[in-house]
């Protein structure tokens, strides 16, 4: 069987590099499936959650902002930050959500907090629920 050769890279450490049948991210125009013999592309990425579906189970990540490139089976997330669902501390990421309450539309910062918090959360449910998604 055909395979994938995936790499999320956040700006400060390779985060997975791996073999995968499956890649679903979150793009700026919507949600992209990509699987071996997908057409080369480019993306940019949303503040969204990653599923790369391995051989030994589903990785499921929190991507902030990056590109995805796709060439030959080969699958780049670059990505601002990017986190395993193992290595989310939900404690944390409620903190932050319920600090920030609802910000105000003009405050850039703060939806963007909220968005990345909300994000954490999603991935770290699908940890402790043992979802597949896909």
Do not use: C, W
Not at 16 to 35: C, D, K, N, P, W
Not at 61 to 82: P, Q, Y
Not at 100 to 111: N, S, Y
């Amino acid at each position: 069987m055909a395979m994938l050769k995936v790499r999320l890279v956040a700006t400060d450490r390779i985060v997975f590099r791996g073999e995968a049948s499956l890649v679903v991210l979150q793009t700026l125009e919507g949600q992209v499936g990509i699987m071996p013999g997908h057409s080369p592309m480019m993306a940019t990425l949303a503040d969204a959650a990653v599923l790369i579906r391995t051989e030994d189970g589903d990785v499921h990540a929190a991507v902030h902002s990056g590109f995805a490139t796709v060439d030959h089976d080969n699958v780049i997330l670059l990505a601002e930050t990017a986190e395993l669902d193992s290595e989310i501390v939900v404690e944390a990421a409620e903190r932050i959500k319920n600090e920030l309450g609802t910000p105000a539309e003009d405050d850039a910062a703060g939806i963007a907090k909220l968005k990345r918090a909300e994000v954490r959360l999603s991935v770290a449910a699908k940890r402790q629920t043992g979802g597949r998604q896909g």
